[in-house]
């Protein structure tokens, strides 16, 4: 496509539901990474992937956070027992290959855990 | 990891002079540092980036500056305008290929 696409852009769920973020990259581009950010602060490393496979996945903050990407191209972010302190705007962004400089963004997923 | 800093967190200037961003990183064998603007709600946009083997590099009335000993590199904005008031971004690409940001700088651009 034309740039990152992510869905939902906004989501608003109850603590303790399972939720699911979607990242549909840039087309050709191999890596894909997701971030989170909270407002006021700087977006914070979640996971990488190359291809089909979590290159690094050290950013994520317990085992209730998940990302697949069964195909190399979409992926999803996955999060279970959802609490008040996961709403955040997941940001995914995605790069031409592990070596291509230049990070480009979709407009994020603003989750809301009431 | 990598931590990188940022500073000033806020930062007002009156339209027509110069901003400046600082930002410092840690760890040595980061080697690629780009600058993203955001603005209210929207997504990061790149503005400006800079390699390890380069020390300086301007786009028009932006630029960036880097000291690989020092381990920090800085954005310059001059003559500035209304329409550059943003939060800013650095980032710096670590050997593992992950990017790790600064808390970013709220500029503003007074008329």
């Known amino acids: 496509g034309a740039g990152v696409s992510q869905t939902p852009s906004n989501k608003v769920t109850e603590k303790g539901k399972y939720v699911e973020l979607r990242c549909d990259p840039i087309?050709?581009?191999?890596?894909l990474y997701w971030y989170r950010q909270s407002l006021g602060q700087g977006p914070e490393f979640l996971i990488y992937?190359?291809?089909?496979?979590?290159?690094?996945d050290s950013g994520l903050p317990n085992d209730r956070f998940f990302a697949v990407r069964p195909e190399g191209s979409v992926s999803t972010l996955k999060i279970q027992r959802t609490e008040r302190g996961d709403s955040a705007v997941y940001l995914c962004a995605s790069s031409l290959n592990s070596r291509g400089g230049e990070l480009f963004f979709g407009e994020g997923s603003r989750l809301t855990v009431l | 990891g990598e931590n990188v800093e940022q500073h000033p967190s806020t930062l007002s200037v009156q339209e027509g002079d110069s901003a400046v961003i600082k930002c410092t990183y840690s760890d040595s064998a980061s080697n690629y540092f780009p600058w993203y603007k955001q603005e209210l709600g929207k997504r990061p946009q790149l503005i400006i980036d800079?390699?390890?083997?380069?020390g300086e590099k301007k786009d028009q009335r932006i630029a960036v500056t880097l000291n690989k000993t020092a381990k920090h590199f800085s954005l310059h904005i001059t003559e500035t305008q209304p329409e550059d008031s943003a939060v800013y971004f650095c980032?710096?690409?670590?050997?593992?290929?992950?990017?790790?940001f600064g808390t970013g700088t709220s500029l503003t651009v007074i008329p």
């Open positions: 800079i390699r390890s083997n380069v």
């Open positions: 992937f190359q291809g089909t496979g979590a290159a690094d």
């Open positions: 980032a710096a690409r670590s050997a593992g290929n992950q990017f790790y």
């Open positions: 087309s050709g581009h191999t890596a």
